[in-house]
């Protein structure tokens, strides 16, 4: 049973390039979350996706988007880059809405230079 | 405004005895608190959880109490074993009944030490 897959594991970017990061949900969840995780910080979180629509958001602003596919897979895009974007990014997937066990990827860690 | 915390980075632990790792939160919204677990280069991974109706949940060798009344909860961890040398993340959520978020803390390295 494959466990939350995330792509790419490692990415650089420039300042003000856009980025597109993947994920696939375990087997069987229709929910996914994403969050990111600054140096030395706990994950915040940015957003929240079931039936392919934006359920809940965080703190996060209009550059960090997403979207839910039929199969429950998900992107999260951030546009215009900034240095303090560089991060480790968790999708994490669950079964309904309510938090109860996430269950996470191993995360893109994204670098902006 | 940081509504999740842990105020000790690091916690060193020798084998066999019990690790006390704690948590305190500000939002007396929150209804249900978990723990998670993090080896390098992995995600995070649920160890245990416990509802605000609840003051303690036990789970093997992991046993979480909740103290509503001082916003504090901690995991314990009896008896403790190299395996266990992680970092710790105590995380809190309100379902508002249409998406629930999870809140973490900042972690706390636990390192078991032979």
Redesign the interface.
Same mark, same amino acid.
């Given at each position: 049973d494959a466990g939350?897959t995330q792509s790419p594991t490692h990415l650089i970017k420039t300042r003000g390039q856009q980025v597109t990061l993947r994920c696939s949900p375990k087997s069987g969840h229709d929910t996914v979350?994403w969050?990111q995780q600054a140096l030395?910080?706990?994950?915040?979180?940015i957003f #929240?996706y079931?039936e392919e629509e934006e359920?809940?958001r /965080?703190n996060f602003p209009d550059r960090f988007s997403g979207h839910q596919f039929p199969n429950y897979s998900s992107e999260l895009n951030v546009n215009a880059l900034l240095l303090g974007d560089s991060a480790l990014y968790?999708c994490?997937s669950s079964l309904g #809405?309510?938090?109860g066990?996430?269950?996470?990827?191993? /995360?893109t860690q994204l670098s902006v230079l | 405004d940081q509504q999740v915390k842990q105020n000790s980075p690091s916690l060193s632990v020798q084998e066999g005895r019990i690790s006390i790792l704690n948590c305190d939160y500000t939002n007396s919204m929150f209804d249900y608190f978990l723990w998670y677990k993090k080896y390098p280069a992995e995600g995070p991974t649920f160890l245990i959880s416990i509802s605000s109706i609840k003051d303690k949940n036990e789970d093997g060798r992991f046993t979480v109490f909740l103290n509503k009344s001082a916003k504090h909860l901690s995991l314990h961890i009896v008896p403790s074993q190299p395996g266990d040398s992680a970092v710790y993340f105590c995380a809190a959520s309100v379902w508002d009944g249409t998406a629930s978020k999870l809140t973490f803390g900042t972690g706390t390295r636990l390192q078991v030490t032979l």
């Open positions: 939350v979350s969050y030395g910080q706990g994950p915040q979180f #929240q079931y359920r809940q /965080g968790l994490a #809405q309510g938090v066990k996430l269950f996470f990827g191993s /995360g | -």
